[in-house]
């Protein structure tokens, strides 16, 4: 039962202070897994749990309390309680941000706070985009062809899902 | 564009959220495109102008983006139990595939196939990611303060390793006194 107890408080722990989505989420996620008092993963096996992220659907920070959950009470309710704790406290917070939000967004205030967030958004998207051309994603000439490909294709509008399937193969066949 | 009338609308709200979980590839920002396709362009649950102001509110609380998104369209939508159900939609995908990874393919990594494949979506994600940047900014009439403003804040989070939360804070307390200041000044004109 402890087990539970003790997964349930540290994935809590990173919900509630996983500000920043994605990978700077990732320290938090180390300190609670990897570090005292609970020593639950080698380092090696964090960095596995990064990569199997990189590689898998879905935010880091489930992914990482789905397989930490699993394999320290080897058991599927203890993936159950890791990943329920560490949506707990976004599903709190955000639904109190957006009733606030909903309620007073036609608000002079409001109106003038968004006037300077959404470009600031546009700047994190342009981050998001800056630090991911790195040589993980970029390994040779094919990436930059996949690159241009996928950049016109969604110029046009073409479907996210079918880009992703479709460089997905293109990337068998290459590779 | 699909609609179909019938489908309950928890339900409805539940396979799209689902199919943004399941094609999220890459994590943070990578899914912005998939749920702007599916939550404002198929579905109209968040109006174009809305959208960003959404990834602002998504930003400014703790937990990963795609589920604070889930969160704000499931309330808007259909209130709390929505919210739950978004979030479930979204979170349902990677539970079950991590679960069974770590159960059984633990070679599911050094598989060439999967290797290859992923190889071919890395540079596809970066690409669906920058390529709206510019369609967005004119959509929302960013004027040149607003792409100063972007650029630096791009350069801050990028370089400088600055947080996008407090970055956020920030810019909202300096938009909120640069709007009062600019609304004393044209009454006092």
């Keep these: 039962m402890q087990i539970y107890l003790d997964l349930f408080i540290a994935f809590f722990k990173i919900g509630l202070f996983g500000f920043g989505g994605g990978y700077a989420m990732l320290p938090l996620i180390q300190h609670e897994v990897v570090g005292e008092p609970h020593k639950w993963l080698s380092m090696a096996d964090f960095t596995d749990i990064v990569a199997i992220s990189q590689m898998t659907p879905g935010p880091i920070a489930i992914n990482s309390a789905t397989y930490v959950g699993y394999t320290v009470s080897g058991s599927v309710w203890g993936a159950v309680v890791a990943t329920f704790a560490v949506c707990l406290p976004p599903l709190v917070i955000m639904l109190l941000i957006s009733k606030f939000y909903l309620r007073f967004r036609e608000n002079h205030y409001m109106e003038m706070i968004f006037a300077g967030l959404k470009p600031a958004i546009i700047g994190l998207i342009t981050a998001a985009a800056l630090t991911l051309m790195n040589s993980h994603n970029f390994i040779d000439y094919k990436s930059i062809v996949i690159f ?16 992703i399937i479709v460089a997905g193969i293109s990337g068998i066949v290459l590779y | 564009m699909l609609k179909e009338p019938k489908m309950p609308i928890l339900l409805q709200m539940f396979l799209t959220f689902f199919k943004i979980g399941m094609f999220t590839l890459g994590g943070g920002y990578a899914m912005v495109p998939l749920i702007q396709r599916e939550i404002v362009e198929k579905r109209g649950w968040v109006e174009e102008s809305e959208f960003f ?28 139990t929505g919210s739950i159900v978004a979030t479930l939609g979204t979170t349902l995908p990677s539970f079950f595939i991590i679960l069974l990874i770590a159960a059984w393919l633990v070679g599911f990594r050094s598989n060439p196939h999967v290797e290859a494949f992923f190889k071919g979506i890395r540079p596809a994600v970066v690409a669906m990611i920058a390529a709206p940047l510019f369609s967005l900014s004119r959509a929302m009439g960013i004027g040149w303060k607003g792409l100063a403003l972007a650029a630096a804040v791009a350069v801050l989070v990028a370089f400088a390793g600055f947080s996008p939360a407090i970055l956020i804070g920030i810019t909202a307390i300096c938009s909120l006194l640069y709007g009062i200041w600019q609304k004393r000044r044209q009454q006092g004109a």
């Design chain 1, 148 to 163: 241009v490909a996928v950049f016109i294709a969604t110029l046009f509008k073409i479907d996210p899902i079918k880009l």
């Design chain 2, 53 to 80: 102001e959404l990834l602002a509110l998504a930003q400014s609380s703790p937990g990963p983006i795609a589920v604070n998104s889930s969160i704000f369209v499931g309330y808007k939508v259909a209130g709390v």
